[in-house]
């Protein structure tokens, strides 16, 4: 099978940061459910593990005190749950515990298999008494059944014929992991869940636990079957809330004893009665053979890869970790409405769960471009908020519109500090961007009135509330742009850029929807008045962006070029990122930024400034920009590759393609970092192919790097399916199905009826 498609680790490092970061690396999720890839057998005592099973949106309350407490400051959070450990499988050879810690490791390797959608681990273990064992564990996150999750562990005795015991365990006892000393991950344990009950049902047990705070009930299910020609099947000790079963198997020499654990998950969110959901799952999966579940899993990837498969000729590896950070967004991406997709995906507990913006500006572009349905499902998590955003803009003061949350699980606030949390005020403008963009990828006008423009008008009405009139300019005032280390700022461009942007869109929906008949239930919905888009559209013209004719830049905002510039050259390396050895007062002083603030600005509203300012702006931002966040590096690589910095565009994309396979952040132990996995995608597509989805059209301007041979990607644009395959000798696009279509290649605009060839400019 091809490299491209296999992210492989062999001689396994044992040291127990190596471990952490490969329990994220090799997790198993479909966007539903997610579990980290534990070691079945455990470890030994003193190592630190996070051992955690996640259902996307699933979630209790916690408390967030403050020490001053003062109006409107959260005091509570949403904080996502490890619902229960089904992992636990030992096995024993004669009495000697598998253990990779002990006896001999002779061989040991894991891989994942994007194309099958399985991770496998496999040891060749010799135990302290001589008896060797070759073992295969694969593992499975269903795409076809979402509550379900499978290990399917094989034993094989090498040089021995004997008893062979399998004991599975069932755990609802299960706490989330704290760090007090990291700001990314809880600070605290809490007893979150409460054991409701236990049963045993046809061969399976099934604990049903209930949050402490929230009002949730969640079910999850385990069931073990053995194939072996000699096996003693024990019963199901169910005592609290675990449940234990222990198979005892005469093996043979060379025959493979299979062991399959099936687990289901059912949460109250989405069923009604989570233990018959739990049941129903259960009895429907284990009713067919393991191998159906793989051959759908196949048929599922083989879809999703065929309209978004990105590839790369002249690097396979490069290839596989740009393959591995698209595989990872469609585990992470919820499937249904009640969820989006957290920072960390539903591979750890950094970040507690939380939805931020990065959905919108850098994971929902994979989808809108590859996958509109699950883009629309993003969206529609976003309208199913909107009520509480009415209220957190209540909350902070603003008599009308809706402002949403920075993090966020259900809809509230879930950043306790506020100058650079909830001050982001961008994230409204955000969410209706990537509403808009939905729209421009789809055409789907009969969305927008149902939803979508509701959206869109409440967060125009926001902005309208939130900015102020000065010397005839419309002006925003004590908010936070994109960048961290810069906060609660006046006229930030970022995000007074991106409030234009949704005043437009707010009046350019009104019109089209007026014109389709399909206003008014809208209109009446939120009591909205012809008077309100004359202001909206009044405020677009004249909304301040400030710009600096000395230096020729947008500064990042009113006070940003006033303030010294950090002492970089006398920083040492240790300490960075900055948020973890300064306090953040004293960060908010200088010229430095966390991440792209301005820059991202020229990327996304790349119309708003000629090339000469957006090329002083990078040159300038570039060199007071640390990249302590994940989200920096493939929004820089985008803009240098608009500006012809071929070498830089490659060097920041590399910096983001492995960042996870890597480590480089030394925080991958506590998830992935899903918004760089979708900044990845966008470094190529919108940095390389030179993408760009307008209100004008399909705009594209590919380039090549010289370090690859060629690459290809595909794309559905207003339901028609597009390969672009960018070489030496020029990019061809072909319309693969679909009427034909207009499309802008390097500024020219052409129809699209069966494949168009142009040289590399």
């Not at 619902?83 to 490791?105: H, N, P, R, W």
């Not at 809490?190 to 049963?199: A, E, I, K, R, S």
């Not at 967060?459 to 309208?464: L, N």
Request: charged fraction near 25%; charge should be negative; aromatic fraction near 12%.
């Amino acid at each position: 099978m091809s490299e491209k498609w296999i992210y492989k680790i062999d001689d396994l490092k044992m040291d127990n940061e190596a471990l952490l970061v490969n329990e994220t690396i090799f997790h198993n999720a479909n966007g539903y459910i997610g579990v980290r890839s534990n070691f079945e057998e455990g470890y030994p005592e003193g190592y630190d593990t996070i051992r955690g099973s996640y259902i996307n949106g699933f979630y209790d309350i916690a408390e967030m005190k403050q020490a001053e407490k003062l109006y409107g400051m959260a005091e509570e959070k949403e904080t996502m749950l490890n619902v229960a450990d089904g992992q636990t499988i030992c096995v024993y050879l004669d009495g000697e515990k598998f253990s990779m810690f002990d006896g001999e490791v002779l061989s040991s390797s894991r891989r994942l298999d994007m194309q099958n959608g399985y991770t496998v681990r496999k040891v060749l273990w010799k135990a302290p008494n001589g008896k060797e064992v070759d073992i295969e564990i694969r593992r499975m996150a269903s795409f076809s059944h979402l509550q379900v999750f499978v290990i399917d562990y094989q034993v094989t005795p090498v040089n021995f014929s004997g008893e062979v015991i399998i004991e599975s365990e069932h755990q609802g006892n299960v706490r989330n992991y704290c760090n007090p000393n990291d700001p990314r991950v809880a600070g605290e344990s809490f007893q979150h869940l409460l054991p409701d009950h236990g049963v045993v049902e046809n061969g399976a047990s099934y604990l049903i636990t209930n949050t402490a705070s929230s009002g949730l009930q969640v079910c999850t299910g385990v069931k073990n079957t053995i194939s072996a020609g000699e096996a003693e099947t024990g019963e199901i000790v169910l005592e609290g809330h675990h449940a234990v079963q222990k198979f005892i198997i005469q093996a043979k020499q060379g025959e493979a004893v299979r062991f399959v654990k099936y687990m289901v998950f059912a949460d109250s969110i989405r069923y009604q009665a989570v233990q018959t959901a739990a049941k129903d799952e259960m009895e429907a999966v284990s009713s067919v053979p393991l191998d159906q579940l793989y051959k759908e899993q196949r048929e599922y990837l083989d879809k999703f890869w065929e309209s978004s498969a990105l590839e790369i000729d002249g690097d396979d590896a490069l290839c596989a970790a740009v393959r591995y950070n698209a595989y990872q967004l469609i585990q992470s991406v919820g499937k249904d409405p009640y969820c989006d997709i957290a920072a960390k995906g539903l591979s750890g507990e950094g970040y507690e769960g939380h939805y931020f913006w990065d959905t919108e500006m850098y994971m929902q572009p994979f989808f809108t471009l590859t996958n509109p349905e699950v883009s629309k499902n993003l969206v529609e998590y976003r309208y199913s908020t909107l009520d509480k955003a009415r209220e957190n803009a209540r909350i902070l003061g603003h008599k009308k519109g809706a402002a949403y949350p920075w993090r966020t699980i259900r809809g509230r606030e879930c950043s306790g500090y506020f100058p650079s949390g909830s001050a982001q005020y961008h994230i409204s403008g955000d969410i209706a961007y990537s509403t808009v963009a939905y729209y421009l990828a789809t055409g789907d006008l009969d969305f927008m009135a149902e939803k979508g423009a509701e959206i869109i008008f409440e967060t125009a009405r926001m902005w309208v509330d939130l900015g102020c009139w000065h010397k005839g300019t419309f002006q925003i005032h004590e908010v936070t742009g994109p960048d961290e280390y810069t906060c609660l700022v006046s006229n930030n461009y970022y995000t007074n850029l991106n409030a234009q942007y949704n005043l437009h869109w707010a009046v350019r929906l009104y019109k089209l929807l007026k014109e389709a008949g399909k206003l008014e239930p809208v209109a009446e919905r939120i009591g909205l008045q012809e008077s309100e888009i004359e202001e909206f559209e009044k405020a677009e013209k004249a909304m301040y962006l400030p710009y600096d004719e000395e230096l020729g830049i947008n500064p990042q905002d009113d006070s940003f070029l006033n303030k010294e510039v950090w002492d970089f050259e006398n920083t040492p390396k240790e300490d960075y990122p900055l948020l973890l050895h300064y306090h953040p007062m004293h960060i908010y002083r200088y010229q430095v930024c966390k991440q792209a603030d301005t820059v991202l600005a020229h990327f996304i509203f790349e119309d708003a400034q000629d090339m000469e300012t957006i090329r002083k702006s990078f040159a300038y931002y570039e060199k007071v920009t640390t990249h302590d966040s994940s989200l920096s590096t493939c929004i820089y690589s985008i803009v240098a590759s608009k500006l012809g910095l071929a070498d830089k565009a490659y060097e920041y994309f590399g910096d983001s393609a492995k960042l996870d396979l890597f480590n480089t952040h030394q925080n991958t132990k506590d998830g992935i970092h899903t918004a760089n996995m979708g900044g990845n995608y966008m470094a190529i597509v919108y940095g390389f192919g030179g993408f760009r989805l307008k209100e004008s059209g399909a705009w594209f301007a590919p380039a090549l790097p010289k370090q690859w041979d060629a690459y290809r990607f595909k794309l559905i644009y207003l339901g028609r399916h597009i390969q672009v395959v960018v070489n030496k000798e020029g990019t061809t696009f072909t319309l693969e199905s679909g009427e034909p279509v207009q499309i802008h290649v390097y500024g020219e605009e052409c129809l699209l009826e069966n494949s168009l060839h142009f040289p590399l400019k």
